[in-house]
């Protein structure tokens, strides 16, 4: 079992940027970040296995979006730039063992961009 504490998640105003922080109890494979709006379906955001070249990223956030892993701390981030109202949801930070599933799943962290 692996435990992940998401943070970093507030109101911030659009165009702005905001960084979030996952902390994983021990290591993982793939590590990644989702996103649930109100009245919507959780959608993928972010990903990045042990190979910091095995990313992907949803299109709606590429080139604003970057995933970040630190190794040594088992933890990862999601700097996001350019921040749209659309954007605004719960983002939660998922892990997984192997490549194929996600394993844990953190509680979540608040994101609101005002307009």
């Known amino acids: 079992q692996v435990n992940l504490v998401e943070s970093g998640g507030r109101l911030v105003q659009a165009g702005g940027s905001l960084r979030l922080s996952c902390a994983a109890s021990g290591p993982t494979f793939i590590m990644g970040w989702f996103r649930q709006a109100p009245g919507k379906d959780r959608e993928f955001v972010a990903s990045?296995?042990?190979?910091?070249?095995?990313?992907e990223y949803a299109e709606s956030v590429k080139g604003r979006f970057t995933i970040s892993r630190h190794y040594n701390e088992n933890t990862a981030s999601l700097q996001m730039n350019s921040l749209k109202p659309e954007d605004t949801a719960v983002y939660y930070c998922?892990?997984?063992?192997?490549?194929?599933?996600?394993?844990?799943w953190g509680q979540g962290t608040q994101v609101t961009v005002s307009s």
């Open positions: 998922a892990a997984g063992l192997t490549a194929r599933d996600y394993d844990f």
């Open positions: 990045m296995m042990l190979r910091a070249t095995d990313t």
